[in-house]
């Protein structure tokens, strides 16, 4: 049986000191990094906890780290939770960084994808969707050099 543990008052939870680094098998090793003083609240503290203890039961929801979505198919459609505008970086043939904007989205497994692709940005922008915004997004194919997609609020 697991001990509950109470918290009564607020409490600094980190003083600064030096990191160091666990891996897998325990190994533990120095690092350059310090920690800089956190404090939370009693209330803070115990939702923690209470997080904390449902660990093993709670499932995957979203993902954090997005992954780009190529669309290769005329009429290749999929569906999703608009989640904004992002802006990325890109390489020119200089090797320079260039910003570039993309389209995000949330899927329904989960899954944060990114598309940079000027008409599907363009057609965000211009239609002024608002994140939170159920969408269907439609590849119809090249037009000369641009991929061309219809996009659509679901509802």
Known sequence: MKKATTVNVDAELLEESPLVAV???????????????TTLAETEISAYLTTAAQLDTLKPAISLTPRYREFHTEGETLRGVFLGLKTVQKKDDLGDKIPLECVQWLDPSGEVYLNAGVTLVSAFQQAQILPGTAIEIEYQGKRERAKVFAVRILN
């Open 23 to 37: 891996d897998e098998t325990g190994v533990v090793k120095p690092t350059e990094l310090t920690t800089l003083p």
